[in-house]
């Protein structure tokens, strides 16, 4: 950020400029009437340089259980509105539909929806919000009640094996079903009718969708349910419709382990260097399934999955830069018994981010000792600038954060508070009492904030000689303390809930709608065929969800929802050579259907390909600017790994 950002966002802080300017539509309820929308405030911590009310605004829309029937039960869906840098954007915003099912996104603003989409950001708004049964919209599926009578469970949740998760979720599914919950609703056309819905009254007539994982399966929904007002769309990491996913969920595994072998033929010296590079990898699972290199030099032993590991984590952004790279020396080290390479991967030497001196070394030869002084500085200067840009984020975002604070009266109190009552439950060492009282405390994430409810819970639960001093702080707490305790609450809660929630959200769309296009018979079939036999072993291959399942009956959202999806409007298609969630078949099975597709493979990309390259990010953002005019894609040949070598 720049100077001038910085004094603008500050002054904008310190101002509170209300929101009405800004997004007028949405402040005053939104632009349908059908989907009413209220204004909530955004998670935080915000993204440094945001100013709630004036660069970002968070709220519900209400839309019905069932779009079919606008009358009957309705939910209330979590949205996020960014908008653009420029004083002249272009009225079709981005809309970003996360991953999942039951992923969400408002959560993220600061970790994932503003550094992946904040380019887009100076052409047109970015709006996503958290799908039914997602993030924070997720509250209308969870069992707060079945949560709250297995709280010891979930706080030692490495415990809970697959017997007491199932008797949990069956529990959980029936408390549902009695609370009036129509589970077979929360599927993936009443998904697209929401996003028509958001972004209408939200006031946009017409948008752009980038979906991401699920994400792609929901966009290409929209395309075929509701596509009034689509302009372009773009799908990364796809899982079409007419995908029996969960049967292949192995295959995006064996397909990396295909594409290192493929690349490493297309390259000349590793070609030359690796000749039978697949032999090596059938060899060498073979000897360490027999015989694993015994732990050593600080680390674990190597097995095959460690092999498998070497090929999957390849998915996760961050991991080990050029893994791939390395693949071939080390599986053919492995093949010898030695570790050396691997050795080097695993300690996190070749992470290290390049200094002054690494930067400057293959041009040393040529550079007068004047030029080279001069590039140092110039190095160092930007490495410590962008410590400094790191230092003022930080302070931006706190500084936002206390002024929220201040403008809701919240003292640290609320805190002092929080602590004594823990501090007293604590001295009773009693389980059982300790128990009661993280029960009923949990009990407060779903109620609202209210001094009479605390001090309720302060009588039935802390110990006799605890009660009054615990008493006379409430009564000091403001307004504004109270709600902050409850918030906290709520947090702490949903952050013990989560890992189950998370099942949840995932099941009950999976259950309703693509188990039974499923089977483990199918999935087993898969296995049995796999060409790398050693795959067998990876975690992706489970069936436990089928387990789930018989809670939540199947009910298809449409009879041909498993068909093809057709269209006409514009689309580019993504995949990573190193996703392990979904296949290049995948993506190429959605693209097949829409006739003004365009289909690129990105190497080095895992699950959600723009995470892991400027390149990828800035296709996109060509692609939605100017989504009928070819691409310049010549950067992906950037991207290809550079394989290391025995002589290197």
């Known amino acids: 950020m720049n100077a001038d950002q910085i004094i603008a966002t500050v002054i904008a802080l310190l101002a509170a400029e209300p929101s009405e300017k800004a997004f007028p539509v949405i402040t005053l309820g939104g632009a349908n009437p059908a989907f009413p929308v209220t204004i909530e405030a955004c998670p935080r911590p915000l993204p440094a340089a945001e100013v709630e009310g004036k660069t970002v605004i968070c709220g519900r829309v209400s839309v019905p259980e069932r779009h079919e029937k606008p009358d009957g039960a309705r939910i209330a869906v979590s949205f996020a509105v960014l908008k653009a840098h420029t004083q002249s954007p272009s009225p079709d915003p981005l809309v970003y539909l996360h991953g999942g099912p039951g992923g969400g996104a408002v959560r993220d603003l600061a970790g994932i929806v503003v550094p992946l989409w904040d380019g887009h950001r100076q052409r047109r708004d970015v709006v996503t919000f958290d799908q039914r049964a997602a993030g924070i919209s997720s509250d209308m599926v969870t069992c707060f009640s079945t949560f709250e009578n297995s709280i010891l469970d979930l706080f030692q949740r490495d415990k809970i094996d697959s017997a007491k998760q199932e008797a949990i979720f069956s529990t959980c599914t029936a408390e549902l079903k009695k609370d009036g919950r129509d589970l077979s609703a929360y599927n993936t056309v009443q998904n697209a009718r929401d996003v028509q819905a958001v972004m209408q009254t939200l006031g946009y007539p017409q948008y752009n969708i980038y979906g991401v994982s699920y994400g792609t399966k929901l966009a290409l929904e929209v395309m075929r349910t509701a596509p009034e007002g689509v302009r372009s769309v773009v799908i990364d990491s796809v899982f079409p419709p007419n995908a029996r996913a969960y049967d292949t969920n192995i295959l995006p595994v064996q397909e990396g382990v295909q594409q290192v072998i493929d690349q490493c033929a297309a390259d000349p010296g590793c070609a030359a260097a690796f000749p039978d590079l697949e032999a090596t990898i059938q060899r060498v699972a073979v000897k360490l399934g027999k015989n694993p290199i015994p732990a050593a030099r600080g680390r674990p032993e190597i097995n095959v999955k460690t092999l498998i590991a070497l090929f999957e984590d390849r998915n996760t952004y961050g991991h080990w830069p050029n893994t791939t790279g390395h693949i071939p020396l080390i599986v053919t080290e492995w093949d010898r018994g030695e570790t050396g390479t691997y050795d080097l991967l695993a300690s996190g030497s070749t992470a290290r981010p390049p200094d002054a001196g690494d930067l400057l070394k293959p041009h040393a030869e040529r550079l007068t000792p004047d030029q080279t002084v001069i590039a140092r500085l110039l190095l160092e200067g930007a490495a410590a600038a962008r410590r400094d840009d790191q230092f003022k984020a930080y302070a931006l975002s706190s500084l936002s954060d206390s002024l929220s604070r201040s403008a809701r009266d919240v003292t640290s109190l609320a805190k002092r508070l929080d602590r004594m009552m823990t501090d007293a439950i604590v001295r009773t060492r009693s389980k059982e009492e300790m128990l009661r009282f993280v029960s009923a405390y949990a009990s407060l994430a779903r109620k609202a904030p209210d001094r009479a409810t605390l001090r309720a819970l302060i009588v039935d639960h802390l110990p006799a000689d605890d009660i009054e001093p615990t008493l006379a702080l409430l009564a000091q707490l403001t307004d504004g303390d109270v709600a902050e305790v409850f918030s906290a609450v709520s947090k702490e809660a949903r952050t013990i809930y989560k890992p189950l929630v998370d099942v949840l959200d995932l099941m009950v769309v999976a259950c309703t709608e693509d188990v039974p296009f499923n089977s ?86 895992g699950h959600a390909a723009l995470v892991f390259s400027q390149c990828a990010k800035d296709i996109g953002l060509a692609f939605v600017e100017r989504p009928a005019e070819p691409l310049a894609t010549s950067c992906i040949e950037t991207l290809k790994p550079k394989f290391i070598l025995p002589a290197d």
Do not use: W
């Open 520 to 605: 483990r018979e199918g999935m087993q079939k898969v296995v049995d065929g796999l060409k790398f036999k050693f795959l067998a072993k990876s975690t992706y291959v489970d069936s436990s969800n089928y387990d789930l399942c018989p809670y939540i009956p199947p009910s298809l959202p449409t009879p041909s929802f498993h068909d093809a999806v057709t269209s006409d409007i514009p689309t580019m298609v993504l995949y990573g050579f190193n996703d392990t969630q979904t296949s290049t078949e995948e993506a190429l099975l959605a693209a097949a259907g829409l006739t003004r597709a365009t289909t690129l493979g990105f190497p080095e990309a």
